[in-house]
């Protein structure tokens, strides 16, 4: 066994996910964690009341006394059908008790059951090991890569050629690691729209990240200034004028706040007036504060800097490279390939997402206690009604390590596949990891693959350990994605662009799974031939390309990189180089 369930201690996560994703990841704004919405129920029901009497009105001058009597008594049942369909969610999603109670069926999905259908079908699935899938095979789906033009020289708009710099941009990065690294993308992005010198992005210190790591101890500052130039200006710090007019303190300097989204003429219009007329503007948050649709040459900014400019740090990318190196090593029974797996199974993850699965009460009330001391109150206020029936059969629900490892036996991974489990500190992990060890005995973390003292230089930064799992997960011959959010879109995204526009990642679906799940009935069989389905469509999903024309882009650049960044696009043999996002591995990495 490669891992024992108390050992797996990290804490590299924390709810980092962003509004704009598209897999069903529970919600999070993008700025700071709250809780996900709920039907405002007295707003709704307000306005059903605004628009029925606004028609009784129009009909009492249209029609006699007895129309108006049949219209009052159509109105008490008009006032109530709102009631009624909001009571009949609830009652229908509140799952378990309350049905077990009246007497009504379960709605399929809506309550945990999967450790009973893995304790119904752990015979089959502990002797079935005839069709298992080579890893080699995983990804049928190919796509030709287009020849690329090259990339440009300089990103330099012909507005402002003739002009030196317009002032200095500073932007205070929030959130966790990937959320941080979409800000410094746009920074660069709006810096460069601006014709702006940047300042090194400062990351702001949040309560639920708790990470005081600054830029450079993320990433290679250095190497992001000598990457950009030519196309943006980087400085590390202001000039000594400018910090003398602001005693030598960067957060005296006023706040600009911007709409999230902000478009460009949004930025030519509003903020860069006030760039020229002050040479320096502060933008805080800055998370989600440029949209997708920008200039081609805009657009490119955010490729080179994700792609090219951001290389990790000399110490996050040496233990790095040991970790990708050692996974490979025991990964010899399967050709020298690993599965990695973004598990979203940690404490405040299972809060914020407000699902129940199989603690009974200890759970519900260590869960409610979780949600008050992280969010004061949220989940307590009137207009939120938590529903984690609804929740799990609309696909909300992170998958527990039960519910992953009976879907990668269904797709055919073998018990001897390789594992990586890219997670935080995992929720009772002795008990929930139990059910998956058993189903893949060879599972692998960062804490399992390095010594304690290769690892205490990370402990207590999030973002740091985060930037470990993300290097290992990006090496990986299968990466799977349970719950969404910022960790698996960029990821995504750079597996697309250095795998011949495939991310060869499963994105299950948890609204069809769950359903599976609780039914106590299903074969073993016809599990697996669901689950083939799901790979199959994982497969076909993973080529998609969006049609992007000029300035209507809908999707997420980090998420789907081509076409804009295709110039940055490698061949498998030449992925890694000296100015790639990490350092130089060795070759048999790509092996």
Not at 43 to 61: D, E, F, G, I, N
Not at 98 to 117: D, E, I, K, Q
Not at 177 to 194: E, F, H, K, M, P
Not at 368 to 397: A, H, M, T, Y
């Amino acid at each position: 066994m490669a891992m024992k369930p108390k050992t797996h201690n990290g804490n590299g996560y924390s709810s980092d996910n962003n509004n704009n994703n598209n897999s069903g990841g529970g919600g999070c704004s993008s700025s700071s964690p709250s809780p996900p919405p709920s039907p405002p129920l007295r707003s709704k029901v307000s306005q059903c009341r605004r628009r029925v009497r606004s028609k009784a009105q129009s009909q009492l001058l249209k029609d006699s006394l007895g129309g108006s009597i049949l219209l009052r008594r159509n109105l008490r049942y008009l006032l109530v059908l709102p009631l009624l369909y909001v009571s009949s969610g609830f009652l229908m999603c509140v799952g378990g008790p309350f049905s077990a109670l009246v007497g009504w069926p379960t709605t399929p999905g809506a309550v945990y059951r999967s450790h009973n259908m893995f304790r119904n079908l752990w015979p089959h699935i502990h002797s079935d090991n005839s069709s298992a899938i080579q890893l080699s095979s995983v990804w049928q789906y190919k796509r030709k890569v287009k020849e690329q033009r090259p990339c440009p020289n300089s990103t330099a708009s012909q507005r402002f050629e003739s002009s030196g710099p317009s002032g200095y941009l500073i932007v205070e990065a929030n959130g966790g690691l990937n959320q941080q690294r979409s800000a410094i993308c746009n920074a660069v992005a709006v810096a460069g729209l601006l014709n702006a010198v940047l300042v090194i992005p400062r990351f702001d210190f949040h309560n639920v990240w708790r990470d005081p790591s600054e830029f450079r101890d993320i990433y290679d500052e250095d190497h992001f200034i000598a990457t950009l130039e030519g196309y943006v200006k980087v400085v590390k710090e202001l000039p000594e004028v400018l910090m003398l007019n602001y005693g030598y303190n960067i957060t005296n300097v006023p706040i600009i706040r911007v709409q999230a989204w902000a478009s460009v003429s949004y930025y030519l219009g509003e903020v860069y007036p006030v760039l020229q007329k002050q040479g320096i503007i502060r933008i805080a948050p800055f998370a989600n504060r440029l949209a997708m649709n920008v200039p081609p040459h805009i657009q490119f900014l955010r490729c080179l800097t994700n792609y090219e400019a951001l290389r990790f740090s000399a110490p996050i990318s040496t233990l790095a490279n040991k970790l990708v190196n050692r996974m490979i090593e025991k990964s010899s029974r399967t050709g020298r390939k690993y599965v990695s797996v973004h598990l979203r199974f940690e404490e405040d993850m299972l809060a914020f997402s407000c699902c129940v699965y199989d603690g009974g009460e200890a759970e519900k009330i260590e869960m409610d206690s979780v949600r008050e001391k992280g969010w004061k109150g949220k989940f307590k206020q009137k207009d939120r009604i938590i529903l984690p029936g609804l929740n799990r059969i609309n696909g909300k629900c992170p998958l527990s390590p039960l519910e992953v490892g009976m879907m990668l036996r269904g797709m055919g991974f073998a018990n001897d596949t390789s594992i990586y489990l890219a997670s935080g500190k995992i929720y009772q992990a002795e008990r929930h990891l139990g059910p998956l060890l058993k189903m893949f005995p060879h599972l692998h973390t960062k804490e399992s693959l390095t010594t304690p003292d290769e690892l205490a230089p990370f402990k207590g930064y999030s973002s740091r350990l985060a930037a470990l799992d993300y290097t290992v997960c990006l090496f990986s011959e299968v990466f799977v994605t349970t719950q969404g959010g910022n960790f698996p879109h960029f990821l995504m995204g750079h597996r697309r662009l250095i795998y011949g526009g495939h991310a060869k990642t499963i994105i299950p679906d948890k609204r069809k799974l769950v359903v599976l799940l609780h039914d106590m009935g299903l074969s073993w069989k016809a599990f697996k031939d669901r689950m083939k389905e799901m790979l199959n469509e994982s497969d076909r999903k993973g080529m998609m390309v969006p049609r992007v024309r000029k300035f209507n882009r809908k999707t997420s650049v980090y998420t789907y990189p081509l076409p804009e960044c295709g110039c940055l696009q490698k061949s498998h043999n030449t992925l890694i180089s000296p100015n790639s996002t990490f350092l130089n591995y060795p070759q048999k990495s790509m092996i």
